[in-house]
């Protein structure tokens, strides 16, 4: 009993001691309480020592890398990315029923990686077939969940409760979906490290604005990113629900019939 | 044989009007009276060839840069509006000198953001306005567009929130990738003002510009 009762203080004691080291950590006052943001005083924590760690490699990083490499170079090196990561769109738009969407990301994907010379050439968007990005946060979503709390994960960023768990699914099917087919665990790594600096290039543009016009960083990339999850996953359900699904009832149910679910006439 | 003239006469006023809305185009003034899709179009396009013009603008030279934002952008804006919907609430409890501070400071700010969009802008930059899907007797509307910043790149969405003045078309908020201007300015706006107040808020806009 008495042992109980401290161990319940202690933890109790444990995490406002976390709580009060959190908040030291974040220098901005945070503002009128967000109800979607109610671990704001941590998030700030973890957003402050992204941005130092985003300040003191990525950034640097990515900008040695935007001016050594040629712009017309980066923009092929980024499409490649952008295109391997078209299959795991395409299958998330099917698991969303958008079956559409999933035929014209396929046909992006068999022609950019064709005709485009490995992705590097964009020429499904000159033909007017625009790029139709999904991953598995939004497909969650499509499903009925909730987003959740937002978080900000150390390294990866913004998130949500949701989509964190979406990016973690993301990130292992691409990641080492791709890589199984890199043997070379070498080879493999220098990729994956490239990559990290090749997409914070690509976002340069982004974060210089942000820095250039926000109050408060840190809520303005939280309201956008949850302005824009919001209208991907809302953008998703109204696509899939385009097309009317009609019950066929001349049709004989196959399968039912198959497994011997139904008699026999 | 009656029909067939009136049929070509229809053709002759057509071909005369297409003419028309051409020449008025190629002088590249925004006509704010037109439809909302197309006078997005002008401005648009006049902003563009301006900027492919001057690689002042382009390299971020901050006089150039607001020498462009007051001559080809805020014309066609209505900037007060902005300001007072970003401001929500709060607009009713400032004083009309602060109003006018307020909506100078934000000015800066939105000066800041086109001046790092500027320095992106190449001789592939194009911006595609799409046709208006809305009521055509509407004063409110939305007008889309497509960015393409460099070749070989995807577009990036960009869209115009419209209202129909005395004076014609103004564009009020913009929508950057589903991330509205104003809706995202209000949360700054309210922050700020909670913690140091309408002067404060002011202060910090102004002290943005400096850095």
């Known amino acids: 009993m008495r042992s109980r009762f401290f161990t319940q203080q202690f933890g109790l004691a444990l995490c406002a001691a ?5 908040s030291g950590c974040a220098t901005h006052p945070p503002g009128p309480a967000n109800p979607a943001d109610p671990l704001e005083a941590s998030n700030r924590a973890v957003f402050e020592f992204n941005d130092g760690l985003d300040r003191a490699v990525f950034k640097p990083a990515a900008q040695a890398y935007a001016f050594v490499v040629p712009q017309p170079i980066r923009t092929c090196i980024n499409n490649i990315f ?13 698991l969303q029923g958008r079956q559409v969407d999933a035929l014209n990301t396929f046909g992006r994907f068999l022609f950019n990686s064709t005709m485009g010379l490995g992705g590097c050439l964009d020429v499904a968007s000159q033909t007017g077939a625009e790029r139709i990005p999904n991953d598995f946060g939004v497909t969650l979503g499509v499903w009925g969940l909730d987003s959740g709390p937002y978080v900000v994960l150390p390294i990866i960023g913004s998130a949500t409760l949701r989509d964190g768990a979406g990016r973690v699914v993301d990130l292992y099917v691409n990641q080492v979906g791709y890589g199984s087919l890199i043997h070379n665990v070498d080879v493999r790594n220098s990729i994956y490290g490239f990559e990290v600096i090749e997409r914070r290039e690509a976002l ?3 974060t210089n604005t942000i820095d250039r016009t926000a109050l408060d960083r840190y809520s303005f990339i939280r309201d956008a990113y949850l302005k824009r999850r919001k209208a991907q996953v809302d953008g998703a359900m109204a696509e899939a629900e385009k097309l009317p699904s009609y019950e066929d009832f001349g049709a004989e149910p196959a399968d039912a019939q198959a497994l011997g679910l139904t008699p026999k006439k | 044989m009656k029909s067939r003239i009136h049929l070509l006469f229809k053709l002759l006023l057509l071909c005369l009007l297409l003419g028309l809305t051409h020449t008025a185009r ?12 197309e006078f997005v179009q002008q401005v648009a396009d006049q902003v563009l060839t301006a900027l492919k013009a001057d690689s002042g603008v382009r390299a971020g030279n901050a006089a150039r840069v607001n ?15 902005t300001t007072r919907l970003a401001a929500g609430r709060n607009w009713r409890q400032a004083t009309p000198e602060q109003q006018a501070a307020l909506v100078k400071a934000f000015r800066g700010t939105l ?10 802008v190449d001789e592939a930059t194009t911006i595609k306005v799409l046709p ?3 009521d055509a007797e509407a004063t409110d509307v939305v007008v889309k567009s497509q960015v ?5 790149t995807q577009p990036i969405g960009l869209d115009y929130r419209l209202e129909k003045t005395p004076q014609g078309w103004k564009i009020y908020d913009l929508n950057v990738e589903n991330i509205w201007l104003i809706e995202n300015y209000r949360n700054q706006f309210s922050q700020q003002i909670s913690q140091s107040g309408i002067d404060g808020l002011i202060q910090a806009l102004n002290q943005r510009a400096q850095q």
């Not at chain 1, 976390?18 to 959190?22: G, N």
């Not at chain 1, 952008?82 to 099917?94: I, R």
């Not at chain 2, 000066?111 to 992106?120: E, H, K, L, N, P």
């Open chain 1, 18 to 22: 976390a709580l009060v080291m959190l």
């Open chain 2, 67 to 81: 020498q462009l934002v007051d001559d080809l952008i805020l014309p066609n804006i209505d900037f007060e509006k």
């Open chain 2, 26 to 37: 190629a002088q590249g003034k925004p006509n704010p009276n037109a439809a909302p899709n």
């Open chain 1, 82 to 94: 952008l295109n391997a990561g078209e299959v795991w769109s395409w299958f998330n738009s099917t």
């Open chain 2, 148 to 152: 393409t910043q460099r070749a070989n």
């Open chain 2, 111 to 120: 000066a800041r953001a086109y001046s790092g969009a500027f320095t992106r």
């Open chain 1, 204 to 206: 340069l543009g982004v």
């Open chain 2, 132 to 134: 208006f899907r809305g």
